[in-house]
């Protein structure tokens, strides 16, 4: 069948158009507002760890809220402690694969002042992310953050700042922004950026 030229081009319009849409679909930033549940979308980091010197760093922006729990936290109140912040949701797999790290590293090294907190994201309800807690024996607090509100607010432009799921960000002591990664995360790459802000006086 031969299409007149008006209709090719406008075939070839939707089919971009839906190509787009696709693409975009599976690159949502971490404050994308994308349902959660059994979907396995997530956003892939380009692999950095980064830090920063001590005298350059940044408080982050009010991060507080409900936890997974029903809980009010704030992690001002964190304050003379490191702080491990890691961005999660139980929709994506690299965050499953992580998980048993962090919950071990968390037990390791609370006697040594350091607190983890985690932001569950994108998580349409609280449900499969409290199923996920008990599956991987993560006892420390989650902030919900359903729509991504946290993760786009809590962090100033310029710093680092989550941009992929899972995120992980650390806090030293003074509570400022001291070190990130955008990839899951071994137990070992965690004591690499948490044991430098443990030492630090």
């Known amino acids: 069948m031969i299409l007149s030229r008006a209709r090719q081009v406008a075939l070839l319009t939707t089919l971009v158009t839906i190509g787009t849409l696709s693409l975009s679909s599976c690159s949502e930033g971490a404050g994308g507002n994308s349902e959660g ?11 950095d760890l980064s830090t920063v010197p001590k005298g350059e760093r940044r408080l982050p922006n009010e991060l507080k809220g409900e936890t997974l729990h029903g809980k009010q936290i704030d992690i001002a109140d964190f304050k003379g402690k490191v702080v491990v912040i890691n961005v ?15 919950a071990k590293v ?16 994108r998580d349409s309800s609280t449900g499969p992310a409290i ?11 989650s902030l919900y953050d359903p729509n991504g509100k946290l993760v786009l607010n809590g962090f100033p432009k310029g710093s680092l700042n989550p941009q992929a799921i899972p995120s992980t960000i650390v806090l030293d002591r003074g509570g400022r922004i001291a070190a990130r990664a955008l990839r899951p995360l071994s137990g070992g790459d965690l004591r690499r950026m948490i044991d430098p802000l443990i030492a630090e006086k």
């Open 106 to 121: 968390a037990k390791e090294t609370k006697d040594q002042g350091v607190a983890f907190v985690g932001i569950n994201t």
């Open 88 to 102: 999660w949701g139980s929709w994506c797999p690299p965050c499953r694969a992580e998980a048993p790290s962090f």
């Open 131 to 141: 199923a996920f807690e008990k599956d991987y024996g993560v006892e420390y607090d």
């Open 37 to 47: 549940g059994d979907q396995t979308r997530f956003v892939a980091g380009d692999g």
